[in-house]
């Protein structure tokens, strides 16, 4: 099994909700990413997690909460959110975090905000 | 921080021809370069990995070459079919750490019939 998922696949809400992304891997992968992806856009990493935990932030506003409750699950917590947030949140898992590793990726969540 | 450019935004050609996407980079050279293909509303899929001391990978259709002196890499997909139309990234760790990567910003290659 080689899929990563992702749930919701959309979702919208207004800057004043708070939603969860979960993400979710059975590949035995001890890395896994977030990535924030814009239109026409390359993603850009946002997190990683390594051994579940936190490795990287990319200087992500505090608005975004990412959170490893085991090595196969993957949350990122929304709260007061800006619609510049609106994008394609990416979940990404690895072997471990090492560029020479391949990167798999979920089909993503469309988030728009309001 | 190493920067990547995609220097086609676009490319068009026809069935059965090769295409050739590019890669350039600055900065420190990478120990290692991917490419990714992403279709419309879905996630990058691996394609290819290269190291910096492989001057050739092929699989399939596909062939990459790195070139180091250059600081660019080139994606070739032969006999190319309408299927193989997507958007191509090429990707390298973004720092010394090799654990942060980054995208280029993609050539969205159409094949047409």
């Known amino acids: 099994d080689t899929e990563v998922t992702q749930t919701p696949k959309h979702l919208v809400m207004g800057m004043t909700n708070k939603k969860s992304l979960k993400c979710e891997q059975h590949?035995?992968?001890?890395?896994m990413y977030w990535y924030k992806q814009k239109a026409k856009k390359p993603p850009e990493l946002m997190f990683v997690?390594?051994?579940?935990?936190?490795?990287i932030n990319e200087s992500v506003p505090s608005r975004f909460s990412p959170e490893c409750p085991n090595s196969s699950l993957l949350n990122l917590h929304l709260h007061a959110l800006q619609p510049e947030d609106s994008a394609l949140y990416l979940c990404?898992?690895?072997?471990?975090?090492?560029?020479?590793?391949?990167?798999?990726f979920g089909p993503g969540t469309r988030l728009l905000v309001l | 921080s190493q920067k990547i450019e995609q220097n086609s935004e676009a490319l068009n050609i026809q069935e059965g021809k090769t295409a050739t996407l590019t890669c350039n980079y600055t900065n420190y050279s990478p120990a290692y370069l991917q490419w990714y293909r992403q279709d419309p509303g879905r996630g990058p899929v691996f394609l290819l990995l290269i190291r910096e001391n492989e001057k050739e990978k092929r699989k399939e259709r596909l062939k990459v070459t790195f070139d180091t002196t250059l600081k660019q890499s080139l994606f070739h997909i032969t006999a190319s079919q309408p299927a193989d139309s997507a958007t191509y990234l090429c990707a390298l760790d973004q720092d010394s750490s090799a654990s942060k990567i980054i995208f280029g910003s993609g050539t969205r290659l159409s094949i047409r019939p």
């Open positions: 990404a898992s690895s072997q471990v975090a090492a560029f020479q590793e391949t990167q798999y």
């Open positions: 590949m035995g992968h001890r890395a």
């Open positions: 997690y390594s051994y579940e935990k936190l490795s």
